[in-house]
């Protein structure tokens, strides 16, 4: 089992940054793939982005590629999304979630946070 808590969102001019957070409890944090996703209003949710085990690998989705970065630290039990260059269309409910194989797909991931909200003004 592993609980999830993010936090760092907020109001947000366009162009400005954020740093989400999400920490985690439970055992084995590092046996995860983690992820973070976002679900807009009437949207369904979407993938951000991924990042394996041991931070060797990330993925992202084209929408954020080169402006998000995600980040985390395995003995903090820890991951981040760093998002730059933020724009209107980033306006969601953020989310980080779990699992043990590594996907972008929603219904793959076991464990989820409860979100936190981004707010892009134009």
């Known amino acids: 089992q592993v609980q999830l808590v993010e936090s760092g969102g907020g109001l947000v001019q366009a162009g400005g940054s954020l740093r989400l957070s999400c920490a985690a409890s439970?055992?084995?944090?590092?046996?995860?793939?983690m992820g973070w996703f976002r679900q807009a209003p009437g949207k369904e949710r979407e993938f951000v982005a991924r990042?394996?085990?041991?931070?060797?690998?990330?993925y992202y989705a084209d929408s954020v590629k080169g402006r998000f970065t995600i980040f985390r630290d395995n003995a903090k039990n820890t991951v981040d999304l760093q998002m730059n260059g933020l724009k209107p269309e980033d306006t969601a409910v953020y989310y980080c979630?779990?699992?043990?194989?590594?996907?972008?797909?929603?219904?793959?991931?076991?464990?989820w946070g409860q979100g936190t909200q981004v707010t892009v003004s134009s």
């Open positions: 979630a779990a699992n043990q194989w590594g996907s972008r797909y929603v219904t793959d991931y076991d464990y």
């Open positions: 439970g055992r084995m944090f590092s046996s995860y793939v």
């Open positions: 990042i394996s085990w041991r931070g060797g690998s990330t």
